[in-house]
């Protein structure tokens, strides 16, 4: 079992930046990849980042490509997504995400969901 707690999200103006951070419980943090997925209102949950169990390989969604920066701390239990750049439509609340078996890119390998953090961008 794996508890995934966001933290971070609040208000911001269009071209700020801001930090998301998910904090895992358990001791096989590890072995998951781990990903960050949004869902703005009225819409689907998407894919926004994702990066290796070891941390040498991240994706991104082409959306965030080159604005938003995905890390983790296997020491500390954590992964975090860098937003740069911030657009109002990058409004949406932020799902930190755990994937045991594959790359944690598709929601439907995602083994564990954390309960979201909302960010909202206003122009």
């Known amino acids: 079992q794996v508890q995934l707690v966001e933290s971070g999200g609040r208000l911001m103006q269009a071209g700020a930046s801001l930090r998301l951070s998910c904090a895992a419980s358990?001791?096989?943090?590890?072995?998951?990849?781990m990903g960050w997925f949004r869902q703005a209102p009225e819409k689907e949950r998407e894919f926004v980042a994702a990066i290796s169990r070891s941390g040498t390989s991240t994706y991104y969604a082409d959306s965030v490509k080159g604005r938003f920066t995905i890390s983790r701390d296997n020491a500390k239990n954590t992964v975090y997504l860098q937003m740069n750049s911030l657009k109002p439509e990058d409004t949406a609340v932020y799902y930190c995400a755990a994937d045991f078996g594959g790359s944690a890119r598709s929601s439907y390998g995602v083994d564990y969901w954390g309960k979201g953090t909302l960010v909202t961008v206003a122009s």
């Open positions: 358990g001791r096989t943090f590890s072995a998951y990849a």
